[in-house]
């Protein structure tokens, strides 16, 4: 039986990079980083989180379809969203850090929403 999502993907063009933005700007814990092949398998979580995101780069040894789809997700809307207890407060706690928002905090009618940008531009939903 099926119980949680383990982990999504975030493509990326620079894992370090990527890593410290997840880790030092938006407080998530680093869990796996492996060599894979000739990629590395990095896992970050929030805190207190059940799934994962892997941050993945793109390699040629992928096959070329996957590739190219990969390549052309980065820097677009994110396929996952982040759960914040207090939009608000994390509004300025991430800016505090500089985390850049591609959209500040608006109240919608189903709930307060943000979305922010990691360094290669993917856009990451935030809702309250």
Request: glycine fraction near 8%; charge should be negative.
């Amino acid at each position: 039986m099926i119980t949680q999502v383990q982990s999504t993907s975030v493509y990326v063009t620079d894992q370090d990079r990527a890593v410290d933005f997840y880790v030092n700007k938006l407080g998530f814990e680093k869990r796996r980083d492996e060599p894979m092949g000739r990629a590395r398998w990095i896992e970050v979580i929030p805190r207190g989180g059940q799934t994962s995101l892997v941050l993945t780069k793109p390699t040629d040894d992928m096959p070329p379809s996957v590739y190219q789809s990969a390549m052309a997700q980065i820097g677009t809307f994110a396929s996952f969203i982040f759960a914040v207890d207090d939009m608000n407060a994390t509004y300025q706690d991430l800016r505090g850090r500089g985390v850049e928002f591609q959209d500040p905090p608006s109240d919608q009618a189903w709930g307060s929403w943000a979305t922010i940008k990691d360094p290669d531009g993917n856009v990451i939903g935030l809702h309250a």
